[in-house]
C-alpha cells in the first residue's frame, strides 16, 4: 500500500511541507515507543510539526 496518497502536498502558497518520511518516522517513533512529543528527537524533526501531522 502506497503513503504518498495520503501526505499532504505543498499548494506554493506557503511553506513546503517537511521531509514526509522524516515526519512519518517521528510519528512512528512516538507512537511505538511511548515517547512523549515534546521529548521527540531533534532528528525526527519539530516535535509541534510531527504533534499536528498525526492529528491530521
Known sequence: ?????????????????????QMVDGILHCVRDGVQWRDLAERFGPWKTGCGRHRI
Open 1 to 21: 500500500m502506497q503513503l504518498s496518497p495520503f501526505l499532504p502536498v505543498s499548494n506554493g502558497r506557503c511553506g513546503g511541507w517537511r521531509d514526509h518520511r
